[in-house]
């Protein structure tokens, strides 16, 4: 059983800032890919960034500049900084991992159970 826990979503005012976190917690092996996807009313579901467990990085074009994720590999933890926010950034977002539950499994995409980033005045 593995759960990820998402936090720090909320209402903010455009400009504003907010940061995300999720956590990996349960049977975890290893984390590979750890990334935030996110869906807004009546639109698809889109990758906002993802972080490799060596670093790298990769963003949606909309974010770049202005969003930066992070983690931290001893806590099996991913944060996204979210800066400069737009009302059009307003979605829930998920958090996703890559996970390996013991060391004879594969490696299984498990998802958060979301937090809603609202932007508005």
């Known amino acids: 059983q593995v759960d990820l826990v998402e936090s720090g979503g909320g209402l903010v005012q455009p400009g504003g800032s907010l940061r995300l976190s999720c956590q990996a917690s349960?049977?975890?092996?290893?984390?590979?890919?750890m990334g935030w996807y996110r869906q807004a009313p009546m639109k698809e579901q889109e990758l906002v960034a993802e972080i490799t467990a060596d670093g790298s990085r990769n963003y949606l074009d909309a974010v770049k500049g202005r969003f930066f994720i992070s983690r931290d590999n001893a806590k099996n933890t991913v944060f996204l900084q979210m800066n400069s926010l737009k009302p059009e950034d307003t979605a829930e977002y998920y958090c996703?991992?890559?996970?390996?539950?013991?060391?004879?499994?594969?490696?299984?995409?498990?998802w958060g159970q979301g937090t809603q980033v609202t932007v508005s005045s």
């Open positions: 349960g049977s975890v092996f290893r984390v590979r890919d």
């Open positions: 996703n991992a890559d996970i390996k539950q013991h060391a004879d499994d594969v490696f299984v995409y498990q």
